[in-house]
């Protein structure tokens, strides 16, 4: 069974800085695009960032660009991203996604983890 | 960047009911289109990708169609655990952009 489990939420100050990670298991790993997804209280879903199998490509929303890195240890089978300067906006339950079909696209993703809460307030 | 465009923001309906909801997207995406439902405080789960593909163990009551800017979900009779939050997605081009939203809700 796929599992994907975040962690590494928390509270951080404006211009902090967090690194979120998550855990897969039940796949190899390798072979799939990862994504990071979030949603804000009480909002719509928000696509942040991905990742191609071998971690040498990445893509980021504008939102994220300059500030957010992707980044994946295959060995360890954990998807990452570190997240600095942080706003007021960033706050919000981060879900990581696996890509469904494994043909190494970025366009479907399924299962996601249960999303860990980041909340940027001083 | 691609702005997908859901209708209704939020339907009553009841148990047994037909539900429609659709998705506008700005430009031709072709079937490059997820829907996903969520519910309180769950992380959304995959239902139709490429617009009309079922996703497995999704009941054959949902269903999705359409291509190019129009797309439609179709639940066929509402069961009591549908009632839930619905997104579209599209898939043609970064970044990947999700609609806002409708809610399905007990009339």
């Known amino acids: 069974e796929v599992q994907l489990v975040e962690s590494g939420g928390g509270l951080a100050q404006p211009g902090g800085s967090l690194r979120l990670s998550c855990a897969a298991s039940?796949?190899?790993?390798?072979?799939?695009?990862m994504a990071w997804v979030r949603q804000a209280p009480g909002k719509g879903l928000e696509w942040v960032s991905a990742?191609?199998?071998?971690?040498?490509?990445?893509y980021y929303a504008d939102s994220a660009k300059g500030r957010f890195t992707i980044s994946r240890d295959n060995s360890r089978n954990t998807l990452y991203v570190q997240m600095n300067s942080l706003r007021a906006e960033d706050t919000a339950v981060y879900y990581c996604?696996?890509?469904?079909?494994?043909?190494?696209?970025?366009?479907?993703?399924?299962?996601w983890g249960q999303g860990t809460l980041v909340t940027v307030s001083s | 960047d691609i702005q997908m465009t859901q209708s209704p923001s939020s339907v009553s309906a009841s148990v047994g009911d037909r539900v429609t909801i659709t998705c506008r997207a700005s430009?031709?995406?072709?079937?490059?289109l997820a829907w996903f439902q969520q519910k309180p405080g769950k992380a959304p789960n995959l239902l139709i990708y490429a617009a009309s593909s079922l996703q497995g163990g999704v009941p054959s009551r949902f269903s999705g169609s359409g291509s190019g800017t129009d797309f439609t979900l179709t639940i066929s009779s509402l069961q009591p655990e549908d009632f839930a939050t619905y997104y579209c997605?599209?898939?043609?081009?970064?970044?990947?952009?999700f609609g806002g939203g409708t809610k399905v809700e007990i009339k």
């Open positions: 430009q031709d995406i072709s079937s490059w």
């Open positions: 039940g796949f190899t790993f390798s072979r799939y695009v």
């Open positions: 990742i191609s199998g071998s971690g040498d490509t990445t």
């Open positions: 997605q599209q898939a043609n081009s970064f970044p990947l952009t």
């Open positions: 996604a696996k890509e469904l079909l494994g043909f190494g696209a970025y366009n479907w993703f399924d299962p």
